[in-house]
């Protein structure tokens, strides 16, 4: 698996936006899909977007629409730009890398490995 920093996160009110960063280390991007998920203590751990090694770019559906992925080609770093931030988006956020996960395993949380991730926090 590729090593990732992660970064960002917060504690936000709803409505507000906030950036993770998630820069892979040793690997260019067009090596290597890079994705996000999410996990509360209630739920398991849930896919929140990717951006696959061709560029294509998934999103899961809770998230469509308000979440997005951009680059930052000069630092190999990848973001995800969350908007209208509401209180169910609070949750751990993890970024992982792999070169070797497979589209259909895109989901599939067992395909990455973890680090600690990010808290991000959504409340008035």
């Known amino acids: 698996q590729v090593q990732v920093e992660e970064s960002g996160g917060g504690l936000v009110q709803p409505g507000a936006s906030l950036k993770l960063a998630c820069v892979p280390s040793g690997r260019t991007l067009s090596m290597i899909t890079v994705v996000w998920f999410r996990q509360t203590p209630a739920k398991e751990r849930e896919f929140v977007a990717a951006?696959?090694?061709?560029?294509?770019?998934y999103y899961g559906d809770p998230v469509k629409g308000r979440f997005t992925i951009s680059r930052d080609s000069a630092k190999s770093a990848l973001y995800l730009e969350m908007n209208n931030l509401k209180p169910e988006d609070t949750a751990v956020y993890y970024c992982a890398a792999s070169s070797r996960v497979i589209l259909s395993n895109l989901r599939n949380p067992a395909a990455y490995s973890w680090g600690q991730g990010t808290q991000v926090t959504v409340s008035s």
């Open positions: 951006r696959w090694r061709s560029g294509n770019l």
